[in-house]
């Protein structure tokens, strides 16, 4: 029988994750599928596919993309796409990506392991790496922020998103903490304060 390399056991972790996140919803298959492929474009890119190998996927992604969206009306387009693919994640969301970094440990992941299953997530949602922090590797540089942030560094409004976001965590039963932690939805103050406003 076959052994089964450690990426592909990456990528059917990460396949089924999200099967799982989306199992309940009313998600159609193509935002579903599109999900899914950029799991696996992350995998073989953390596994060094140079980024000319896999533009067949990246132009797949576009299609796949294009079929999942709603056709928006014209004058509302701009205002609804996503602004934050490929800007740099905001010191927030850094400091919410160290807390939950926090809890994957406190439940017996280890360092690097917790930052790499945060880094594929931010990936997965089309974040990238933090920008700064000396490592060609993305998951290291969010350790990096997190060391900071536990050692009472890094900017203020980091310091503060970091220590009430993983107080929200604490008061999330323990049996659902990590699933919760590692949904979107948790991580989107956008839709959060939008809750909150209607």
Same mark, same amino acid.
């Given at each position: 029988m076959n052994e089964v390399s450690a990426s592909a056991n990456r990528i059917s972790a990460a396949l089924r994750a999200l099967r799982q996140v989306y199992a309940d919803s009313a998600t159609d298959k193509a935002v579903l599928g599109l999900k899914?492929?950029?799991?696996?474009?992350? &995998?073989?890119?953390?596994?060094?596919?140079? %980024?000319?190998?896999? @533009?067949?996927? %990246?132009?797949? &992604?576009?299609?796949?993309? +294009?079929?999942? %969206?709603?056709?928006? +009306? $014209?004058?509302?387009? &701009? /205002?609804?796409?996503?602004? /934050? /693919? @490929?800007? $740099?994640?905001?010191?927030?969301?850094?400091? /919410?990506?160290?807390a939950v970094i926090d809890l994957l440990v406190k439940n017996g992941q280890g360092e690097e392991g917790a930052a790499q299953t945060v880094m594929r997530h931010l990936l997965v949602a089309g974040v990238p790496a933090p920008e700064r922090g000396g490592d060609s590797r993305g998951w290291r540089r969010l350790l990096e922020f997190r060391n900071t942030l536990v050692h009472g560094g890094g900017p203020e409004e980091a310091r503060v998103e970091y220590a009430a976001f993983a107080r929200e965590l604490d008061d999330i039963p323990p049996a659902q903490r990590v699933h919760a932690a590692l949904s979107e939805k948790l991580w989107d103050r956008r839709r959060q304060a939008r809750r909150q406003a209607g």
């Open positions: 899914c492929l950029q799991a696996v474009m992350v &995998e073989l890119a953390a596994d060094g596919v140079p %980024a000319d190998d896999l @533009k067949p996927l %990246a132009d797949l &992604e576009t299609l796949v993309a +294009a079929a999942a %969206a709603p056709a928006p +009306a $014209p004058a509302l387009a &701009e /205002r609804q796409r996503d602004r /934050r /693919r @490929k800007a $740099p994640p905001s010191n927030a969301l850094l400091a /919410r990506s160290a």
